[in-house]
């Protein structure tokens, strides 16, 4: 039986029954992880009410509705609905799974971990999935509200499901990957909570509003497709709203193909990192400090 022998005892790799050992413990991460994701009010706030607090602020504030034609104005509303709530999964990413991952730092709780025959990418595959389902639902929060401010959107083709689960589940990946890697320096839950609410807003604010609005970004126009969340985010716009082929351009707004691509492979990069810090650093020495 080949295996890999993890500090503290943990093992991983293939073995009678491994597969359904690995599932249990990742089920049971999952569960663990998100009744404290969603019981948690300052979680809730953070990652749900504060995103549609911004947005509703956003459009009754900010833009100027009154400049905007009446026809293209659910149009703007979408794209916006969108930007703030792909932001909103970085707050549940960044902020949300980092803190609870910080809190588990704190209370030494990966002393225990190492001590038992715990699979670290169990760990990691339950965690994410009660990430995922914050970031999706801090997503679909923003969207529904957005209905109600008269927003539209409009479905591009057959592909833009299986598009929006992919753009999806890449950004929190690498978000979370990020997460960790933060958390795993900056071990203080108070510290980590105001880092990584900080990351979340300037990488918002400094990409042109996940790329939503170019004209407000300084940087090399082709970025906007290829940064995570900017590239994401305006996937979502190119297959949900029906927004003209010139709407937030420069660039033109990516469409599937090489986009898909290059979104896959940020994905497995940053799936692969976790993997190692997870393994390497987590259960291995706790902190990278």
């Avoid at 990691?124 to 997503?139: I, V």
């Avoid at 990192?273 to 990278?288: I, M």
């Amino acid at each position: 039986m080949a295996t890999e022998t993890l500090t503290g005892g943990s093992t991983e790799g293939v073995s009678s029954g491994g597969t359904r050992i690995w599932l249990g413990q990742t089920r049971s991460f999952a569960e663990r992880y998100a009744r404290e994701l969603f019981r948690n009010k300052t979680v809730l706030f953070w990652s749900l009410l504060f995103p549609v607090g911004f947005y509703l602020l956003t459009i009754t504030v900010f833009v100027p509705t009154d400049q905007i034609p009446a026809d293209i104005k659910p149009m703007v509303f979408g794209a916006t609905a969108i930007s703030y709530g792909t932001f909103g999964a970085v707050i549940a990413c960044l902020n949300s799974f980092g803190g609870q991952l910080a809190a588990d730092f704190e209370a030494d709780r990966y002393k225990q971990f190492r001590a038992l025959p715990i699979r670290p990418t169990a760990d990691l595959a339950g965690r994410m999935a009660a990430g995922l389902a914050l970031a999706a639902a801090a997503f679909a929060v923003v969207v529904v509200v957005s209905l109600g401010t008269g927003a539209e959107y409009a479905i591009r083709g057959p592909e833009s499901l299986a598009v929006l689960l992919l753009a999806l589940l890449v950004f929190g990946v690498v978000w979370m990957v990020l997460a960790i890697a933060l958390v795993s320096v900056v071990t203080d839950e108070r510290y980590a909570s105001i880092i990584t609410v900080a990351i979340a807003l300037l990488s918002y604010m400094l990409t042109g509003y996940n790329g939503t609005d170019p004209a407000s970004y300084t940087g090399p126009d082709v970025l906007l497709n290829y940064l995570p969340n900017t590239l994401s985010t305006r996937l979502l716009v190119y297959h949900f709203v029906d927004v003209g082929a010139d709407t937030l351009s420069p660039p033109a707004l990516p469409g599937t193909g090489w986009s898909l691509a290059v979104l896959g492979l940020y994905g497995v990069a940053a799936l692969a990192a976790g993997v190692v810090l997870v393994r390497a650093v987590v259960y291995k020495r706790g902190v990278l400090a």
